[in-house]
């Protein structure tokens, strides 16, 4: 009967632990573009907060995104990031509203493979089909690893 106990202990004591090194990502967005000089300074700050987090920016210099495994709240560092001077938009963004997964409708056609190769081909062949009568300037042919009926 004790080592029931012991086996559930030890079974939630490395879901705790798993499910604290879980990977958080904080979208910010700043009312302006940041400077490159001022991102170090906000790399900085919020590294003080949080040793483990790590801050990446989006192209246009708008969007910042921490990434941590320490599971603090935005809070913690949103402060940080102020501190260095940086005005950010009231709350959080989530990748949807930032447009971050949104597959673009007017792009070229692209095989996905999702293991079922019929549909895939399927897919692919109407994509491409579709690509080709909407764009006859750019046609698009068969990928190369699906050539000679491989």
Do not use: C
């Not at 009967?1 to 202990?9: A, D, I, P």
């Not at 246009?60 to 260095?84: F, H, K, N, Q």
């Not at 070229?108 to 006859?136: C, I, K, L």
């Amino acid at each position: 009967m004790k080592s029931r106990y012991t086996v559930l202990f030890v079974f939630a004591l490395v879901a705790s632990a798993a499910w604290s090194q879980a990977t958080n990502f904080i979208y910010y967005e700043s009312a302006t573009a940041l400077d490159r000089s001022v991102y170090k300074h906000v790399i900085e700050a919020v590294q003080g907060a949080d040793p483990t987090a790590e801050v990446f920016h989006s192209d246009d210099m708008r969007i910042l995104m921490v990434r941590s495994t320490s599971g603090l709240p935005e809070t913690a560092y949103r402060a940080p990031i102020e501190s260095a001077g940086i005005s950010l938009l009231p709350g959080t963004r989530t990748p949807e509203q930032l447009g971050l997964n949104q597959v673009d409708p007017n792009r070229p056609p692209v095989y996905v493979s999702t293991g079922d190769e019929a549909a895939d081909r399927a897919r692919y062949e109407a994509e491409v089909a579709r690509w080709n009568q909407e764009h006859p300037d750019q046609p698009y042919g068969t990928p190369v690893h699906l050539r000679n009926g491989q």
